[in-house]
């Protein structure tokens, strides 16, 4: 449950209008993305929440314990998902919106993004969500679990915008997979989805990547 979640939280310098989400990927932390917020400082209005994922064993990683939304049984076959896991860290993360809207921000000002892992969690979790959100932000991942679309498609998906980057060399979730999957949920589930694809062999954003990420993020909820 969302309660049994701890978060690195970075609280707004101005009037609290806005909030980001963003997931990290596996054997990662919250804190280990904090920096997002002085990259964006720009946005004083926002509240960054930066969740970090139960402690699980890792098939892939010979069951060894780590920082896990969910499992990977294989990074030869990533087509092959856990998803009893994913869906109960959607719900997590859906949690995590709800008390943000409870505490008074608008659905449509809370972004909610990812990395790797935490992509896949946020895509899944924002294109389920019932409420509008302002955007969904992903980085080196792709919308786990098709075969639940578009029957569990919210409402309200096809109003939130969508960026998903990744890197055309990335030696972790190859490129042509986060590819097909945009081109998924654009012409399969007519989604706003805009994608691209960045140079490099690393599984990281660059600093090309960052920029439109933030591009991004004031396109979606602005700096005030």
């Not at 990259?39 to 780590?66: C, D, E, L, R, Y």
């Not at 098709?146 to 409402?155: T, V």
Request: negative net charge; hydrophobic residues 40%.
């Amino acid at each position: 449950m969302a309660s049994k979640l701890t978060s690195a939280i970075v609280n707004p310098t101005l009037t609290h209008k806005a909030t980001v989400i963003f997931l990290h990927g596996l054997g990662d932390s919250g804190h280990g993305w904090s920096f997002m917020a002085e990259q964006f400082k720009s946005m004083g209005h926002v509240k960054w929440i930066f969740p970090n994922a139960p402690i699980a064993p890792v098939t892939a990683n010979n069951n060894f314990k780590m920082p896990s939304w969910f499992d990977i049984y294989s990074f030869d076959n990533l087509n092959k998902q856990d998803e009893e896991g994913i869906l109960h860290c959607v719900n997590m993360l859906h949690q995590l919106i709800d008390a943000e809207v409870a505490a008074g921000i608008s659905s449509d000002k809370i972004l909610i993004g990812g990395f790797s892992q935490g992509c896949m969690v946020s895509l899944f979790a924002g294109l389920t969500y019932p409420k509008r959100l302002a955007g969904i932000m992903g980085h080196s991942g792709f919308l786990p679990l098709e075969h639940e679309f578009p029957k569990n498609l919210s409402k309200v998906a096809r109003n939130i915008p969508i960026f998903l980057g990744y890197m055309n060399n990335d030696p972790i979730v190859p490129s042509a997979l986060s590819s097909a999957s945009a081109e998924y949920m654009k012409q399969k589930l007519l989604l706003n989805c805009m994608n691209k694809l960045y140079d490099g062999d690393m599984h990281s954003p660059s600093p090309e990547s960052f920029l439109d990420m933030y591009k991004f993020a004031l396109s979606t909820i602005g700096t005030d």
